[in-house]
T-cell receptor, first 112, second 114 residues
Framework: KQEVTQIPAALSVPEGENLVLNCSFT??????LQWFRQDPGKGLTSLLL?????REQTSGRLNASLDKSSGRSTLYIAASQPGDSATYLC???????????FGKGITLSVRP | NAGVMQNPRHLVRRRGQEARLRCSPM?????VYWYRQLPEEGLKFMVY????????ESGMPKERFSAEFPKEGPSILRIQQVVRGDSAAYFC????????????FGPGTRLTVL
């Protein structure tokens, strides 16, 4: 059974800091991994999708990497801003009818 | 191209009533997924549907919950005889095909059971 872990549950950093959010999963047989952002009381916004054959994806100040063999992914946020404050969720698709397995998320607070 | 649409955004029901949650996938998407986010918990898969077919309902509670995706119209998640433990945010996602493809999420329906 796939399990996804995101530690720590919460993180507070000063504005401008570069930061790394971690995600680990127990079963390396995945099709892809997605990072999402969720603002309080809102839906999920897809940030990056990494296919199983890829090592990383970049979008603006965000870079996500994937190491399938070790069951790990990281989301790198460069030059953090207060507007980046949100909960960041990691989810893996193991291909069994494409149902995503989510971590509990990391709640990020960027202090001005 | 409008995103995934869900309605209502907020729904309040008393114990024992029925709740109907609607999801319209993105244009061109024929695969719909429902997830539930309970307070202080992560999102959990409930059911995966294609037009007129339930493909995987392994995450659905065995009783009171049902889902459909008719040939015409939105996907419906139906909860009969709601209880307080059903209070949660219910999210719908859609994709063009299964596997290898990004799932796009709607804004969710927040169900409160009094």
């Amino acid at each position: 059974k796939q399990e996804v872990t995101q530690i720590p549950a919460a993180l507070s950093v000063p504005e401008g800091e570069n930061l790394v959010l971690n995600c680990s999963f127990t079963d390396s047989a995945i099709y892809n991994l997605q990072w999402f952002r969720q603002d309080p009381g809102k839906g999920l916004t897809s940030l990056l999708l990494i296919q199983s054959s890829q090592r990383e994806q970049t979008s603006g100040r965000l870079n996500a990497s994937l190491d399938k063999s070790s069951g790990r992914s990281t989301l790198y946020i460069a030059a953090s801003q207060p507007g980046d404050s949100a909960t960041y969720l990691c989810a893996v698709d193991t291909g069994a009818n494409s149902k995503l397995t989510f971590g509990k998320g990391i709640t990020l607070s960027v202090r001005p | 191209n409008a995103g995934v649409m869900q309605n209502p955004r907020h729904l309040v029901r008393r114990r024992g009533q029925e709740a109907r949650l609607r999801c319209s996938p993105m244009k061109g998407h024929s695969h719909v997924y429902w997830y539930r986010q309970l307070p202080e918990e992560g999102l959990k898969f409930m059911v995966y549907l294609q037009k007129e077919n339930i493909i995987d309902e392994s995450g659905m509670p065995k009783e009171r919950f049902s889902a459909e995706f008719p040939k015409e119209g939105p996907s419906i998640l139906r909860i009969q005889q709601v209880v307080r433990g059903d209070s949660a945010a219910y999210f719908c996602a859609s994709s063009t095909t299964s596997g290898y493809n990004e799932q796009f999420f709607g804004p969710g329906t927040r169900l409160t059971v009094l």
